[in-house]
């Protein structure tokens, strides 16, 4: 039996899911991900299409294209980012790891486009530490 695993918008309008294994967990650290999020970095959760399922919020649920490949999705009654997908992966959904409901065993195994890891991060190499 595969695991389900549920996510939801801050306020709860926006509510989806996933079965069985991710593609992929990991943290990104690109210019456009840190740029959106307001973060230093963002946890994604990907997975292929047919796993994914938004199980309510459409009416909330807003696409904004941020690049000629991608589009992030927000919670217009909350603004809790939530989505990405891209004609770079096509046929798949990435979902916000810090929007996953606990208790999960999802855990980021690596960091996505390290070389645009800024220097003021906690993550970034430095001498001495």
Request: a neutral charge; charged letters at 20%.
């Amino acid at each position: 039996m595969s695991t389900k695993y549920k996510g939801s918008c801050m306020c709860g309008s926006i509510q989806f899911s996933f079965v069985g294994k991710p593609r992929f967990v990991a943290e990104c650290v690109c210019e456009s991900c840190r740029h959106a999020h307001g973060a230093s970095a963002v946890g994604w959760v990907g997975v292929k299409d047919n796993q994914f399922e938004l199980e309510c919020g459409q009416s909330v649920l807003n696409w904004y294209q941020s690049s000629d490949a991608s589009e992030r999705a927000f919670c217009s009654a909350c603004g809790t980012r939530i989505l990405f997908r891209s004609t770079k992966w096509p046929g798949e959904m990435h979902m916000a790891l810090a929007c996953m409901q606990p208790p999960h065993d999802l855990v980021a195994t690596g960091i996505s486009f390290k070389e645009e890891l800024p220097e003021w991060t906690a993550m970034a190499p430095r001498q001495g530490l």
